[in-house]
């Protein structure tokens, strides 16, 4: 069987939300470690009081009991684990696995047994469900009945908001009242933030970042006030999951950052992370609200009742002793300016990345913290504004991408380095690893920083190189042949001339009585501005606005099944991945969709052919009151009267060039520079005295189609 035991997928019930984690059996503790949060629960196993096997909603769960009160339930676990579990509790811990059945009988009165932090409600001796008293908020008393409250999750779907009990009064004890005793029960072991008695310390007026402002901080012996000009906070030590003194780029200022599930809350806005900043320069001499006595006997030597130093290091070191969790500082990373972290921004906003031993942080906003245990892989990309800059990206297990751009290219090998160190899987790192087999060096860390940072980046260098020698190649041999192609005053001459001379033959050709061919390629380049200005009117389309009119009495059409579902599931999707754009909320609607069942695409199916019936009924009805009939009709008469309206503006347009053409001879003969223009306006008039004569022959049919619609030419002929 091996000294450990370890289990996978096996969940834990937190304020109604399952959070996934694994579970190992060792013959010290027993740990747990939750895969969405990182906090690990370690129960020391001469801690342990008593172990319960039982059938639970997510197979079988077991529920551990310790010394000091406290209970913990993991649930996930097969019928086939029980005997293995079992013989390894009794070897390992001298406890008993005890099989223990809950009452489903669904009755409303029993007994209420306080055991530790639960409030287990049993009937005829049997748990019917037990309440967390530490997820308790208020403890509201009546009458004869007790109220209690709950803190809510924000990652659960359904939340249990209230739970009256009723207390009937008791005959036995006269000078005790029931529902009192029952209150106060609750409230010695319930989550309730009362702020009785004086603050071991007060911090004044500092410069919070998230939430902005500037905020008294109150440290009280079970939580932390944040009192500030508009909001007040108070948030209990058992939120504190991480502490991160982190210092800034320019080596003069210290975040201090507090790392809090469940978040405080203002409004909808969720804050994750408390970020403190403070100025090195600035000092400060504390005195606790305590006695010397209290003060060994309550921290162990950790804090004195006098104390001085940076205003920092005080408030870093309070918030160590009372929260009783180490603080993380960045490791070993040193950036090309010497400085621990790097500048980089997140969704549009500059802030500073820590590399740190076990992950990553970036300050500020928005604050975000990516443990290695969750990365699947990083990549590093190409700057999409400039050449000076790269991006680095890490992509989660759960499927998250975060991209961290603008980082100077200095940082490159620092950053590579770190993360090779690490071991995290690198994307694009396949061609270093053919460079290296090359090499003949199987050690990845045998040449010096500078070779082993990338193959990426030597790619691109070489790139450029091969370019540059191109075009220096390229332009030492072809250099005379492009000066003599290439000369904008001469080919502006050359075209003049030919022009010219074309005009002059015209003329003397014109003089002489010319030839059917130069006739012809007179015509030829006249057709063509036809054409050109004809291409010009059609541009603006009125005949499709009369398409697109819609009748606005007519039923809209339903909805696919996949819209249907998309509709019901777009803010589930958006509150379990806080932040996303509405691009990723469609990428992540439609990778759910792709892997729900058949089953569960069935009740979505049976609303769309729903929807789908309710639309074609509602047609019919519309259809039947003589609905969409008058407003398609009109439209198609719309179009037939602006096509005539435009045939005729197509025809009287040609007259007032053939006009205009005609006085322009005379100008042509008394100006000079004026032959290039002579070609076009004699043709014009040869066309015009053509048309005159008689339109059936083929230049002029030709005209015709290709210059005016058939209802032109109707009009013409009249």
Same mark, same amino acid.
């Given at each position: 069987? &091996?000294?450990?035991?370890?289990?996978?997928?096996?969940?834990?019930?937190?304020?109604?939300?399952?959070?996934?984690?694994?579970?190992?059996?060792? !013959?010290?503790?027993? +740990? %747990?470690?939750?895969?969405?949060?990182?906090?690990?629960?370690?129960?020391?196993?001469?801690?342990?009081?008593?172990?319960?096997?039982?059938?639970?909603?997510?197979?079988?769960?077991?529920? #551990?009991?310790?010394?000091?009160?406290?209970?913990?339930?993991?649930?996930?676990?097969?019928?086939?684990?029980?005997?293995?579990?079992?013989?390894?509790?009794?070897?390992?811990?001298? +406890?008993?696995?005890?099989?223990?059945?809950?009452?489903?009988?669904?009755?409303?009165?029993?007994?209420?047994?306080?055991?530790?932090?639960?409030?287990?409600?049993?009937?005829?001796?049997?748990?019917?469900?037990? *309440?967390?008293?530490?997820?308790?908020?208020?403890?509201?008393?009546?009458?004869?009945?007790?109220?209690?409250?709950?803190?809510?999750?924000?990652?659960?779907? +359904?939340?249990?908001?209230?739970?009256?009990?009723?207390?009937?009064?008791?005959?036995?004890?006269?000078?005790?009242?029931?529902?009192?005793?029952?209150?106060?029960? +609750?409230?010695?072991?319930?989550?309730?933030?009362?702020?009785?008695?004086?603050?071991?310390?007060?911090?004044?007026?500092?410069?919070?970042?998230?939430?902005?402002?500037? %905020?008294?901080?109150?440290?009280?012996?079970?939580?932390?006030?944040?009192? /500030?000009?508009?909001?007040?906070?108070?948030?209990?030590?058992?939120?504190?999951?991480?502490?991160?003194?982190?210092?800034?780029?320019?080596?003069?200022?210290?975040?201090?950052?507090?790392?809090?599930?469940?978040?405080?809350?203002?409004?909808?806005?969720?804050?994750?992370?408390?970020?403190? #900043?403070?100025?090195?320069?600035?000092?400060?001499?504390?005195? #606790?609200?305590?006695?010397?006595?209290?003060?060994?006997?309550?921290?162990?030597?950790?804090?004195?009742?006098?104390?001085?130093?940076?205003?920092?290091?005080?408030?870093?070191?309070?918030?160590?002793?009372? *929260?009783?969790?180490?603080?993380? *500082?960045?490791?070993?990373?040193? /950036?090309?300016?010497?400085?621990?972290?790097?500048?980089?921004?997140?969704?549009?906003?500059? &802030?500073?990345?820590?590399?740190?031993?076990?992950?990553?942080?970036?300050?500020?906003?928005?604050?975000?913290?990516?443990?290695?245990? @969750?990365?699947?892989?990083?990549?590093?990309?190409?700057?999409?504004?400039?050449?000076?800059?790269?991006?680095? @990206?890490?992509?989660?297990?759960?499927?998250?991408?975060?991209?961290?751009?603008?980082?100077?290219?200095?940082? %490159?090998?620092?950053?590579?380095?770190?993360?090779?160190?690490?071991?995290?899987?690198? $994307?694009?790192?396949?061609?270093?690893?053919?460079? $290296? &087999?090359?090499?003949?060096?199987?050690?990845?860390?045998?040449?010096?920083?500078?070779?082993?940072?990338?193959?990426?980046?030597?790619?691109?260098?070489?790139?450029?190189?091969?370019?540059?020698?191109?075009?220096?190649?390229?332009?030492?041999?072809?250099?005379?042949?492009?000066?003599?192609?290439?000369?904008?005053?001469?080919?502006?001459?050359?075209?003049?001339?030919?022009?010219?001379?074309?005009?002059?033959?015209?003329?003397?050709?014109?003089?002489?009585?010319?030839?059917?061919?130069?006739?012809?390629?007179?015509?030829?380049?006249?057709?063509?501005?036809?054409?050109?200005?004809?291409?010009?009117?059609?541009?603006?389309?009125?005949?499709?606005?009369?398409?697109?009119?819609?009748?606005?009495?007519?039923?809209?059409?339903?909805?696919?099944? %996949?819209?249907?579902?998309?509709?019901?599931?777009?803010?589930?999707?958006?509150?379990?991945?806080?932040?996303?754009?509405?691009?990723?909320?469609?990428?992540?609607?439609?990778?759910?969709?792709?892997?729900?069942?058949?089953?569960? !695409? @069935?009740?979505?199916?049976?609303?769309?052919?729903?929807?789908?019936?309710?639309? @074609?009924?509602?047609?019919?009805?519309?259809?039947?009151?003589?609905?969409?009939?008058?407003?398609?009709?009109?439209?198609?008469?719309?179009? $037939?009267?602006?096509?005539?309206? $435009?045939?005729?503006?197509?025809?009287?347009?040609?007259?007032?060039?053939?006009?205009?053409?005609?006085?322009?001879?005379?100008?042509?003969?008394?100006?000079?520079?004026?032959?290039?223009?002579?070609?076009?306006?004699?043709?014009?008039?040869?066309?015009?005295?053509?048309?005159?004569?008689?339109?059936?022959?083929?230049?002029?049919?030709?005209?015709?189609?290709?210059?005016?619609?058939?209802?032109?030419?109707?009009?013409?002929?009249?």
């Amino acid at each position: 069987m &091996g000294d450990t035991l370890e289990f996978n997928e096996i969940y834990q019930e937190v304020k109604g939300a399952w959070n996934d984690g694994r579970l190992r059996l060792s !013959k010290q503790a027993v +740990v %747990y470690k939750n895969n969405k949060t990182g906090r690990v629960d370690n129960i020391a196993a001469s801690d342990l009081s008593g172990c319960y096997w039982r059938r639970v909603s997510l197979g079988h769960g077991v529920r #551990l009991e310790t010394k000091s009160g406290n209970a913990y339930k993991y649930d996930g676990f097969r019928e086939s684990d029980f005997e293995k579990m079992s013989n390894y509790f009794k070897a390992n811990y001298q +406890v008993d696995l005890t099989e223990k059945d809950l009452c489903v009988k669904g009755w409303n009165w029993g007994t209420a047994r306080f055991g530790g932090q639960l409030l287990t409600f049993d009937i005829n001796d049997q748990p019917a469900f037990e *309440v967390p008293l530490t997820n308790v908020s208020q403890c509201t008393p009546g009458k004869n009945e007790v109220a209690l409250e709950f803190h809510q999750n924000d990652d659960a779907e +359904v939340s249990l908001m209230e739970v009256r009990f009723y207390v009937p009064p008791s005959s036995t004890d006269e000078g005790v009242d029931p529902v009192e005793a029952f209150s106060q029960q +609750v409230l010695s072991k319930a989550d309730v933030i009362q702020a009785t008695g004086d603050a071991v310390c007060i911090f004044r007026e500092l410069q919070c970042l998230t939430p902005r402002g500037r %905020y008294d901080i109150r440290i009280y012996p079970s939580f932390l006030h944040l009192h /500030g000009k508009t909001f007040d906070y108070k948030i209990p030590y058992t939120t504190v999951l991480r502490l991160f003194l982190l210092p800034h780029k320019d080596q003069r200022q210290m975040f201090f950052v507090i790392s809090l599930d469940p978040p405080i809350k203002q409004g909808q806005t969720r804050y994750h992370f408390l970020i403190l #900043l403070f100025s090195k320069e600035e000092d400060l001499t504390l005195t #606790l609200n305590m006695t010397e006595d209290d003060v060994e006997k309550r921290f162990a030597g950790k804090l004195n009742r006098n104390m001085s130093g940076s205003l920092y290091e005080m408030v870093s070191r309070v918030m160590k002793a009372l *929260v009783n969790r180490k603080i993380t *500082v960045p490791g070993n990373f040193q /950036g090309h300016s010497g400085a621990q972290c790097i500048t980089c921004s997140y969704k549009a906003s500059s &802030g500073l990345l820590y590399p740190l031993e076990r992950g990553f942080i970036f300050v500020h906003k928005p604050p975000l913290h990516l443990r290695f245990d @969750e990365v699947s892989c990083v990549n590093f990309a190409r700057g999409t504004t400039t050449t000076r800059s790269f991006d680095f @990206e890490i992509e989660s297990k759960q499927g998250g991408q975060y991209t961290f751009s603008s980082i100077e290219r200095e940082e %490159y090998g620092k950053l590579f380095d770190f993360v090779n160190a690490k071991k995290l899987n690198i $994307k694009n790192r396949g061609h270093k690893e053919k460079n $290296k &087999g090359m090499k003949g060096g199987d050690n990845a860390y045998s040449d010096s920083d500078d070779d082993q940072h990338d193959a990426y980046l030597e790619r691109m260098k070489q790139e450029g190189k091969i370019r540059e020698e191109a075009a220096n190649d390229s332009s030492d041999d072809s250099g005379d042949e492009t000066d003599e192609s290439f000369n904008p005053g001469e080919e502006d001459d050359d075209v003049a001339e030919e022009y010219d001379s074309k005009a002059s033959e015209s003329e003397s050709s014109g003089e002489g009585g010319g030839s059917d061919d130069e006739e012809e390629e007179r015509k030829k380049p006249a057709k063509k501005p036809k054409l050109v200005k004809e291409k010009v009117e059609r541009k603006p389309r009125k005949k499709a606005e009369g398409k697109k009119q819609k009748d606005p009495g007519a039923p809209k059409r339903p909805l696919s099944t %996949y819209m249907l579902w998309l509709n019901a599931n777009r803010d589930k999707i958006r509150s379990e991945y806080p932040g996303i754009s509405i691009t990723e909320v469609s990428k992540k609607a439609g990778e759910l969709w792709k892997n729900m069942t058949k089953e569960n !695409k @069935e009740e979505w199916d049976r609303k769309a052919e729903e929807a789908k019936r309710d639309y @074609e009924r509602a047609m019919k009805v519309y259809k039947e009151s003589g609905g969409g009939t008058s407003s398609s009709a009109t439209p198609k008469k719309d179009k $037939k009267s602006s096509s005539k309206g $435009k045939g005729r503006d197509k025809k009287s347009k040609p007259s007032s060039k053939s006009s205009s053409a005609t006085k322009s001879p005379a100008k042509a003969t008394a100006g000079e520079n004026e032959s290039f223009k002579s070609k076009e306006f004699v043709s014009s008039d040869e066309s015009s005295g053509e048309s005159d004569q008689g339109k059936k022959s083929e230049g002029s049919d030709d005209e015709e189609i290709a210059s005016t619609p058939p209802s032109s030419a109707d009009s013409g002929s009249d």
